[in-house]
């Protein structure tokens, strides 16, 4: 066994290794990089929280290394976090090389702590009380809300505004998701959302609201 695989056997096994999500995360982006190489998947969906988050750190690490070096790095954080960690004997079926260790101490900010940071970190209170998370917009500025219209997923949208999302949050182009659903044509979705309160007269950042933008087949069922 190499010393990578002893290495990946040990975040594996050991349960009480300490560590914050940034080093849980790193550990899977050096150990992709190690064994698969570059990122070549597709993101996940947007509901898929933890993937979403393994998926970026493996994306955003530095895609330029080696194998041999990529390994080095999973070593090396390794005897950061646990200098004697080779002294530590191992049992056989230790599970997974690949699964990363549970959060311990955490000093990740509050304002990196998303739906995926407690869901990795097993934070039940937390994720269940999802009012203050939902309407959290992503790396392009676009909410849950948004996803949910764009893509006609009723049932979602329904959830996610009984869950206290914020029925008429604007995107960073100030679009809200009445917007989204005038855009795609989508008239269920336009009308449940002016069933349940969304706004009409609210403009994007290009002074439009959502029904001078819908089209002449929308106003029709609108």
Request: overall charge negative; some cysteine.
């Amino acid at each position: 066994m190499s010393e990578f695989q002893e290495a990946t056997a040990h975040v594996a096994a050991n349960k009480s290794l300490k560590v914050t999500q940034e080093d849980q995360l790193s550990f899977y982006a050096f150990f992709k990089l190690a064994t698969v190489g570059p990122c070549n998947t597709s993101r996940p969906g947007f509901f898929d929280f933890v993937g979403r988050a393994k998926w970026d750190a493996w994306k955003n690490a530095d895609n330029n290394l080696t194998t041999e070096q990529a390994e080095k790095e999973y070593i090396r954080l390794l005897d950061r976090l646990n200098p004697n960690w080779r002294s530590v004997t191992l049992t056989e079926g230790t599970g997974p090389v690949f699964s990363m260790p549970q959060i311990e101490e955490d000093d990740t900010p509050e304002e990196k702590r998303d739906l995926a940071y407690y869901t990795s970190a097993g934070d039940i209170e937390t994720t269940e009380n999802t009012a203050a998370l939902v309407d959290r917009k992503d790396e392009s500025g676009v909410a849950a809300l948004h996803y949910a219209s764009d893509r006609g997923h009723t049932e979602l949208l329904n959830l996610l505004i009984e869950s206290g999302g914020n029925i008429n949050i604007q995107d960073d182009e100030g679009q809200t998701p009445l917007h989204y659903a005038a855009v795609t044509d989508n008239a269920e979705i336009y009308k449940m959302l002016i069933n349940r309160g969304a706004d009409v007269s609210i403009t994007d950042n290009e002074g439009q609201n959502p029904s001078q933008i819908a089209s002449d087949f929308l106003k029709v069922y609108i």
